[in-house]
Every structure is written in structure tokens, then in C-alpha cells.
């Protein structure tokens, strides 16, 4: 029994001293790619990282958001791939945007902040209406500014992710099928469908995103808006 006992405590010891380590080579996760000199080599430093990731148990999302925040990392400097995995087995939402994303079915493009003005300002619409957006959707793109912190930025990718998710299925334009697919929606327990009713089109629209957004944050460990 001893012998076991003393095997068990021999186990996690390792098991807590490669989570360690793990973590510690993480922190130096932007030197580790610099290293790499061809495609070949970078791959095998991706799949080095995922496995570091999984040992260390740190490849959680809220684990990731508050690694890069520390390093002073905004959304601009994270790649379209990695954001891909980040999302992907969060929620439900959030994993259907990733696919979409990985498949090119919906894009997202990071921009500075005169371009991202540039690119979501509607004709008519003053500078100062929209000063507080850092991310927006047109059709099948998300834009979101590249200076977005992360703990905001996966929250806002989510949210507009559904919109163009919902505007790839055509429930912009068939509010019908818009109605009847909310009134399913249950979230912290309550039925969706009182609430449908009651509120316009647009009002519906914003609705799944907020509620696709709020799921992830409480997930994500973030504080929900």
C-alpha cells in the first residue's frame, strides 16, 4: 500500500512539474515560432505548442486570453489560425464560427482604427455614433479593430460571428424563419419564445448575438457586458 501510495504521490508530482514547464515555455510562445525557418518547421512547432497546451492544461480559452494579456498582446497581433482554434469546443456558437472561419464561409478582417471606421461607417453616419464599436459585421465579414483587447475581442468575434452566421442562412432576410427559430433558443433556463414576440426584427437579430456572446463570456471566465 505504501509503495502505491508512494507511486501515486510520484505521479502527480511529474504531472504538476510538466504543467509547470509547459507553462513556463509557453510565456515564450512568439520566440519558440521566431525560430522556425520553412513552413515544415513551423508546423512542427504548432503541434509542439497544442501539446505543450494540452499537458499544461492551458489550452482554455480564459487561460490563453489572460496569458496574452500579460504579454501585452491586442487581438491585431493574434493570427487568423490561432483565433480559429481558440474558438473552436468553447460553445456551440463559438465552435460553428471557427468552422465557418477555417472553411473561409465567413472572414475576419483586423484593421487599424481610420480603416475600420472606413469600412462599418454607413452613409450619413457621424464619427462620433460609432466611436465606441470595435467590431461590426457586413454580410459574411466580421471587422473588428486591431488594438481590441483580448478579453474583449473573442467576446465581439462570437457575437458578430452570429450575425454572419445568421445572414449565411438567410434569417435576415426570412423573419419568419427568424422568429421561429428564436423562440427556441433557451438560455438560463428561459424560453426565448415570451420574449420573441414582443420585440422587432432587429430587436430579434441582436438577441441570438447577445445571447451567443453572453454564453461565451460566462465559459471564457469574462466578465459579461
Do not use: W
Not at 92 to 115: C, F, G, M, P
Not at 139 to 165: Q, W
Amino acid at each position: 500500500m505504501e509503495l502505491l501510495s508512494l507511486s501515486g504521490e510520484l505521479t502527480v508530482a511529474i504531472h504538476k512539474g510538466l504543467r509547470k514547464s509547459a507553462k513556463e515555455i509557453l510565456e515564450h510562445e512568439d520566440n519558440l515560432r521566431k525560430t522556425a525557418k520553412n513552413a515544415d518547421e513551423a508546423k512542427q512547432i504548432d503541434d509542439v505548442i497544442e501539446e505543450l497546451e494540452e499537458i499544461s492544461r492551458n489550452y482554455k480559452i480564459d487561460n490563453f486570453i489572460e496569458r496574452g494579456m500579460k504579454n501585452g498582446k491586442t487581438i491585431g497581433k493574434i493570427a487568423k489560425e490561432v483565433i480559429i482554434r481558440e474558438l473552436h469546443n468553447v460553445t456551440e456558437t463559438a465552435t460553428q464560427v471557427s468552422r465557418a472561419l477555417k472553411n473561409n464561409e465567413i472572414r475576419l478582417i483586423k484593421l487599424d482604427e481610420k480603416e475600420f471606421y472606413d469600412a462599418i461607417k454607413e452613409y450619413g453616419e457621424k464619427l462620433d455614433d460609432i466611436k465606441d464599436v470595435v467590431a461590426s459585421q457586413k454580410n459574411e465579414i466580421i471587422y473588428i479593430k486591431n488594438n481590441t483587447s483580448l478579453d474583449k475581442a473573442f467576446g465581439e468575434i462570437v457575437h458578430e460571428g452570429k450575425h454572419a452566421l445568421d445572414h449565411l442562412d438567410g434569417l435576415f432576410k426570412n423573419e419568419k424563419l427568424l422568429r421561429e427559430e428564436t423562440k427556441l433558443i433557451v438560455h438560463d433556463k428561459v424560453y426565448m419564445k415570451s420574449y420573441v414576440d414582443k420585440m422587432t426584427k432587429d430587436q430579434v437579430i441582436e438577441l441570438r448575438a447577445r445571447i451567443a456572446e453572453r454564453e461565451f463570456q460566462l465559459v471564457a471566465k469574462q466578465k459579461p457586458d
